[in-house]
């Protein structure tokens, strides 16, 4: 059932299609003060000058060469709770620098970290994370004005971005709570040639909320499709280990 949510309010976890996840999840992970938890701290404090803390004290996934942390960002007076996208951060095992993992595909980042161990650099790392510029992008493009996506920043996860988000880029969206991929696509559908909007997907890993994806949704002369303005293509209707879909509906003009 889709469900209109308050869009002053904080957003609350929906029960959208949750599933199993592919990474390990080992438990209580490290000791709150072995060197991995503290890692992950120093590196959150350094990058969001203590802003983000982790969400609970130990690792909540890890696998042969990484640790997994969930991270969340610290209450702020006057800011609705709002649930970070780069809501996770890798500790490698060697030692190196930690990092956020891709947006669009985070496990698959992870998994991939063996192939080149060096140390990801912030500039580089930032390419993956900018799933808020690339869904602006598409939309502009959707509109006929081609824009490049803006690189991510720390600054884009403080509390009340998805509020800012929808007043500058989207406004007048009515925020839409659905349970499945099907429900996005028929509120899509309803309105005519012309709706778009944003889908917020929210994954967690061992019940703990881990990262975040934006992709978006367009109803092309009648015909649905969700594009993913990171991979410029397709986007994939994800189902395991999601928390919650929430999709930001801008109706045609009339």
Known sequence: ????????????PGTAASGGSSIS???PGPDP??????????WLRTTYSGLVELAVPHSVAEDTHTWLFACRA???????????LAASVVVPKDGSTPFHPASHDPLGD?????EAPSPRTAEAQSRLLNARGCAVAVDSAIN???STPLPWSPAHEAPGWWRLLLRRYFPGAEQLRCASWDE???ATREPGPGTRGVVWIRREIGGTEASGHLVYAHNNGGQVVLLDGMTGGLARPETGSVRGLTFARVRPAT
């Open 184 to 186: 996005i696509v028929a």
């Open 74 to 84: 610290t209450p702020q007076p006057g800011y609705p709770a709002t649930p970070m």
């Open 33 to 42: 003060d072995a060197p991995a938890s503290r890692a992950a701290r120093d």
């Open 1 to 12: 059932m889709i469900q209109r949510l308050d869009p002053h309010g904080p957003h609350a």
């Open 25 to 27: 999840s080992p438990g």
């Open 144 to 146: 006929g004005a081609p």
């Open 110 to 114: 992870i998994a991939r970290f063996p």
